[in-house]
């Protein structure tokens, strides 16, 4: 009605296409969702990609439960397809879930990131990378010297964890 009212959307075709209101609630306000969601998605890309995987472990459920989904569930049935192709496993684990998802608002937490559980070592150390580079509010100097390393190795790692 404020388009209408400012001019920017025509009266006649507001009331040609609102035959009925449907009001549904961000992800992010529906979360008891999500697990069903993920398990849907699961037996999608399992059918589609010939793919056996059977479940996700508590900590990437946590993760997930965790995450504010500013894409809604497009982006949660994206995050499952990737973690489906890329998956050699019958259980999803953190280690499997991609790296902008790790933490609410697409912010890393390493408290939520076990070292003790498989992954690769780029992604470890990207993880670490991005943890330190939050600490220090972005600024890259500080960062690189905290880790001991260039700034230009710091742009290539974080280069790397985006092209994954």
């Known amino acids: 009605m404020e388009e209408i009212k400012e001019g ?4 006649d ?3 040609r296409l609102n035959v009925i209101c449907i009001s549904v609630p961000p ?3 529906r979360r008891d969702d999500i697990p069903l969601l993920v398990n849907h998605f699961i037996n999608d890309y399992n059918k ?10 508590d900590k ?5 439960l965790d995450y ?3 894409g809604n569930i497009r982006e949660l049935r994206n995050v499952i397809e990737r973690t489906a192709l890329l998956s050699n496993s019958e259980l999803i684990t953190t280690a499997d879930i991609p790296l902008e998802i790790a933490g609410t608002n697409g912010k890393l937490n390493m408290a939520k990131i076990n070292v003790l559980d498989p992954m690769p070592l780029d992604r470890l150390i990207n993880l670490y990378t991005k943890n330190i580079l939050s600490r ?11 880790l001991g390393i260039t700034r230009q190795r710091l742009r290539r790692i974080l280069n790397a964890s985006q092209t994954k």
């Open 8 to 11: 920017r959307f025509r009266e």
């Open 13 to 15: 075709l507001y009331y």
């Open 27 to 29: 992800l992010r306000e």
């Open 48 to 57: 589609m990609l010939n793919k056996n995987i059977r479940n996700y472990d």
């Open 60 to 64: 990437a459920l946590a993760v997930l």
């Open 68 to 70: 504010d989904w500013p």
């Open 136 to 146: 220090y509010k972005n600024n890259k100097t500080k960062a690189a010297s905290t």
